[in-house]
């Protein structure tokens, strides 16, 4: 029995990640963290009855602490540290919830020896630096539940790391794929949120739509993987069946297939390297496939792309500058403050704002003042609290 605690079980990958470990004898939830779905909370508490359960706010840890008085209730940020550093001896942390809320559960997780499997990528992002130091460290696995870094790290097995060309990590293009500039400064929330192959939470939708997704994930396969930015490429694959690929010297090139389904690459995070039969999980139809397409990234039309490059090869605190902002960003359009291409306007105005002032040590508190500092300031300016 593996004893897991998971971070965002409310949520898209969350849930499938449940759908597995109900499915499975391997594996024990004993602790859990929501935010504000408090149905979901009790379901899965009723279902797997986990040891520790966290949510946001104290009103709610109060409700279920009555509802449940043999459980222990936690709240807040702190409750998200605690779920991960649940319990001693052997377990994993999966860590599921969106955002840079992510990233001190993370490190609180490996400095107590835990490996992670991560879906949050904006821990990687915000402090990947100091994250993949402390794993090792720790002597810590961090293993990836990214589609495209899934892929990635199956297809570094075929060969030597020395040996590898570049990552070419596939890109759909997201719901707005196939407008034009003109066309984006009206597209509504709605529209935006109809993603053509992949069904996810909200935030990462709206990133896939902007390509903010594409950079966090090329910011997040440099750490991941040791590679440098030059050797990280991108590519439009509107159909999302090649995941990814690794290019070597020799030409040859490996790519990691599959239909679209964020079950097998959370599967694969706790089974690898076995490759588990998963009903859930549809075999790939070669003869029936329609083709597979590919278009050049074209920076002009995707320019949070380009400028993800920038802030990674800048490093420093760009990264963690450019995911506050669109965090703070996505959730202005959310709420409909402002308009989809204000979203690319936030982050340029706020990546140049801290341009110059990019030689802070980074420290895990540097990174959360930062974060914090940043988003003050963008929902100050749209006087939103
Ligand atoms: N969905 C995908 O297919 C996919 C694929 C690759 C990577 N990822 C990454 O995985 C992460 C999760 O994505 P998702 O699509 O599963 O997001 P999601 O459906 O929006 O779920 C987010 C989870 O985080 C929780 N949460 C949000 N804010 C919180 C807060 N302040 N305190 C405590 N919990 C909070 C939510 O709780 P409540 O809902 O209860 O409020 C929910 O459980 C993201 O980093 C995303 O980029 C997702």
Redesign the pocket.
Same mark, same amino acid.
């Given at each position: 029995m593996k004893n897991i605690c998971l971070l965002?079980?409310?949520?898209?990958?969350?849930q499938q990640t449940i759908n597995i470990i109900r499915n499975s004898k391997e594996y024990s939830l004993k602790a859990i963290? %929501?935010?504000?779905?408090i149905e979901?909370a009790i379901a899965i508490i009723t279902e797997f009855r986990p040891e520790f359960v966290s949510v @946001?706010c104290q009103k709610d840890k109060e409700y279920l602490q009555t509802k449940f008085p043999k459980i222990t209730f936690a709240c807040g940020e702190q409750g998200?540290i605690d779920v991960a550093t649940y319990g001693e001896g052997e377990g994993l942390l999966i860590n599921? %919830?969106?955002?840079m809320?992510?990233l001190a559960p993370t490190i609180a997780a490996i400095m107590k020896k835990r490996d992670v499997l991560l @879906?949050?990528?904006?821990t990687l992002v915000a402090g990947g630096e100091l994250v993949m130091a402390l794993a090792k460290q720790y002597e810590v696995n961090i293993f990836p539940?990214?589609?495209e870094h899934s892929a990635i790290y199956q297809c570094l097995l075929s060969g030597k790391r020395e040996d590898v060309a570049n990552l070419i990590i596939t890109a759909s293009g997201g719901a707005l794929r196939d407008k034009t500039r003109e066309e984006l400064a009206t597209v509504s929330l709605e529209e935006t949120l109809k993603h053509p192959n992949?069904s996810?939470?909200?935030?990462?939708t709206i990133?896939s739509a902007t390509m903010v997704?594409k950079g966090l994930e090329v910011i997040e396969a440099h750490h991941l993987f040791s590679m440098p930015y030059e050797k990280i490429k991108t590519i439009l694959h509107p159909e999302s069946i090649i995941h990814s690929m690794v290019e070597y010297n020799d030409g040859s090139i490996i790519a990691q297939m599959s239909y679209p389904n964020?079950m097998l690459p959370i599967q694969y995070a706790l089974t690898h390297p076995h490759h588990i039969k998963n009903e859930a999980i549809k075999m790939l139809d070669f003869i029936n496939m329609k083709n597979l397409s590919f278009q050049a990234m074209d920076f002009s039309r995707f320019p949070m792309l380009e400028l993800a490059y920038q802030v990674g090869k800048s490093g420093g605190i760009l990264p963690t500058v450019y995911n506050a902002a669109n965090e703070a960003a996505v959730d202005l359009f959310m709420r409909k403050k402002i308009s989809f291409l204000d979203i690319e306007k936030i982050i340029f105005e706020m990546v140049k704002q801290y341009q110059t002032n990019n030689k802070i040590a980074i420290t895990l508190n540097a990174i959360l003042q930062i974060d914090r500092d940043v988003k003050k300031f963008i929902y100050e300016t749209y006087e939103v609290c």
């Open positions: 965002g079980a409310s949520g898209s990958i969350g963290s %929501v935010g504000h779905n979901a @946001a998200l599921a %919830v969106v955002g809320i992510g @879906a949050n990528k904006e539940i990214d589609s992949w996810m939470g909200k935030k990462i990133d997704n964020m």
